[in-house]
């Protein structure tokens, strides 16, 4: 073998051996006050985590999961919070799912809560809420007069006002609520929704939210539980959808997709998760990027934005966040269970 080729081959075997870098997972579950069904979960830092789901259940903690505080609505024991904002230790954002939807503001860490706002309406049932920073947000509930309701903040959530382009929502689609993800806000005003039932599409944002276009995606649906759970992008152009369906969580069959360029067009990733997933994150350090997809029977992992997945763990939470800046994440689930999840590069 000559010089040149030589060094050709040796530049080929490192660059696949770095791509071949093994990952593993080191969960460590967490103690919880509370058998409630947690599908809101918001992320401060590795220390600071609320989270949110039926009973009216609101709970805080300072230390990375090891005490907490509850911060329950006394007078929403029967609603159930799927949707929860925390903008830092002592400012959170609630809205359930009962109509009228009520949505709630503190800025004394729990202890007492304001009413921002009230809405009702034949078919209201608030899906998920996103702050990009500690003004905007977005909020979307399921189609209210032919239209998906979508709601805006530009001040922390103080005032909330109704978006003013929304194509027209086909008979029988809908939201899901099964993690507070069928929607992203980024920092630049881009925007996405998801959604399923008739027909699995993505709908499209780039002024915060307040006019919205729509597109198609292969995501199959048969069914009031089929369609897209959850929607995430690493930046303005590359996002990844996942779903499927809930009652048969394990089907797989085109239940995720990625996007190359904003949402516009979505393409079946080549590998599929394993089963039903109900939540879709990004997990960066500045360095390695991986992204996570979680459901109730299990988890799995892609390294390539979506286009193929491997087994992460058989583990099963309902949603997952990721801790700013690090390849660390808390998942949450079903009867108080909440969970630390450290990945490892090798």
């Known amino acids: 073998m000559n010089r040149i080729l030589f060094i050709a081959f040796y530049f080929l075997l490192l660059t696949a051996c770095k791509e071949q870098s093994t990952i593993s997972f080191e969960l460590t579950n967490i103690e919880t006050p509370t058998t409630a069904s947690i599908r809101g979960l918001s992320v401060v830092d590795e220390n600071c985590l609320w989270l949110s789901g039926s009973q009216g259940t609101v709970l805080r903690s300072m230390n990375g999961g090891q005490s907490w505080k509850d911060c329950s609505i006394s007078t929403e024991a029967n609603n159930d919070f799927r949707s929860i904002h925390a903008f830092d ?35 209201l049932f608030f899906n998920s809420l996103k702050f990009n920073d500690t003004s905007t947000g977005v909020a979307v509930s399921d189609p209210v007069d032919g239209h998906f309701l979508i709601i805006r903040s530009d001040d922390g959530g103080t005032n909330w006002h109704k978006s003013t382009i929304v ?12 993690s507070n993800t069928c ?31 729509v597109s198609n995606t292969p995501i199959k649906t048969q069914g009031a539980a089929d369609g897209i759970y959850s929607i995430a992008f ?36 080549q590998t599929m998760p394993r089963g039903f997933r109900s939540c879709i994150q990004f997990l960066n350090d500045g360095t390695s990027s991986i992204a996570i997809a979680m459901g109730k029977t299990g988890f799995d992992y892609s390294v390539d934005k979506g286009l193929n997945w491997q087994p992460g763990g058989d583990n099963g939470y309902y949603t997952i966040r990721a801790i700013p800046g690090e390849l660390a994440a808390y998942g949450a689930g079903a009867d108080g269970r909440v969970v630390f999840i450290n990945v490892k590069t090798q």
């Open 89 to 123: 230790s002592l400012r959170a954002i609630v809205i359930g799912i009962n109509n009228p939807a009520v949505i709630y503001s503190t800025s004394n860490g729990g202890t007492s809560w304001n009413a921002m706002d009230t809405l009702s309406g034949k078919g």
């Open 167 to 178: 194509p027209p929502a086909l008979n029988g689609e809908s939201n899901f609520a099964a």
């Open 234 to 269: 690493s930046n303005m152009n590359n996002g990844i959808i996942v779903g499927g369906n809930y009652q048969h969580p394990e089907r797989n069959d085109s239940i995720a997709a990625f996007s190359n360029d904003g949402g516009l067009s979505w393409q079946l990733c």
């Open 183 to 213: 929607i992203e806000l980024l920092t630049n005003g881009y925007a996405w929704m998801a959604g399923g039932g008739v027909k699995a599409r993505v709908y499209s944002s780039n002024d915060f939210g307040n006019t919205w276009t």
